[in-house]
């Protein structure tokens, strides 16, 4: 008697692994793009150090022939360590939340951006080497929060909010504050990403329609006079009472004497003294 439920329990719980065990799946991969990316800026920076090489000169040189190989290269080259350490996480992280809630656009995102951004860097840039993953973070970040608050899916909402807490102070990168920052690129990356989150605004997770928002909404309905909607039907107590106050007559004016005027007449009994013993 005791093996039915057990064994319904044991379906709930297989369940529940599967969809956890999905779950874990769609999240490693996800993260599997991004970390790639680390992997490979992180081996060119080694391999440029063990050899004693300098990368530099293959990032974007703004107007220069020789400086359009940089719309391919100048995101995969760092200044130094702490360029690169500093463009780790947010690529790791922001990487994962683009290619975990927009699995269909996360690529497409990534490439549009990478040589948006590098085009407009070599068009409108500083006469300089413009390198680093910057410009696609920017990129990243602008298309999630952007993408979330016009989609309206709660999720996606609440993924722009987090965003906004943990890179929202990246706005200052846009700005010329320092001279050896490329502030150019991190324009471009963000303007790419706001660009690329309004055009691909109907693609990818959309906000579910509830069924009274699919009624259409019939303004200049005609109402029918001998049916009209249960509203505008009087109740029979209204009806009725409406109808007896039209047939009653005011007192007295049955009576031929009547001049339309009510007359009221008072009786007045006089009060007894004190001296009759009574009050």
Do not use: C
């Amino acid at each position: 008697m005791f093996l039915k439920p057990l064994s319904k329990g044991l379906k709930v719980e297989s369940v529940y692994f599967i969809a956890m065990k999905g779950e874990t799946r769609r999240i490693l991969s996800a993260f599997l793009y991004p970390a790639v990316y680390v992997s490979l800026i992180w081996l060119i920076h080694i391999i440029q150090g063990i050899w004693n090489l300098d990368f530099r000169t293959l990032g974007v040189y703004p107007l220069s022939f020789s400086g359009l190989r940089g719309i391919l290269f100048s995101p995969l080259i760092h200044a130094g360590y702490d360029h690169l350490i500093s463009n780790t996480l947010p690529l790791l992280i922001l990487g994962t939340a683009l290619f975990y809630f927009y699995r269909e656009l996360g690529l497409r995102i990534t490439l549009l951006s990478w040589i948006i951004s590098g085009i407009w860097v070599w068009v409108f840039a500083r006469q300089s080497y413009h390198i680093g993953a910057s410009g696609i973070i920017y990129a990243w970040a602008a298309f999630l929060f952007v993408s979330g608050v016009i989609r309206g899916h709660p999720r996606l909402m609440a993924l722009s909010l987090l965003v906004a807490f943990l890179y929202g102070s990246m706005v200052w990168g846009i700005f010329p504050m320092r001279e050896r920052v490329s502030w150019e690129g991190h324009l471009m990356g963000m303007l790419a990403g706001i660009i690329l989150a309004l055009f691909y605004k109907d693609t990818g997770p959309q906000r579910k329609a509830y069924s009274w928002e699919l009624e259409p909404e019939d303004e200049d309905e005609e109402i029918d006079p001998d049916n009209p909607p249960y509203w505008m039907k009087p109740t029979t107590s209204a009806h009725d009472t409406s109808q007896k106050a039209k047939k009653t007559k005011p007192p007295g004016k049955e009576s031929p004497d009547y001049d339309g005027r009510i007359k009221v007449k008072y009786h007045i009994t006089p009060r007894k003294s004190k001296k009759d013993g009574k009050e």
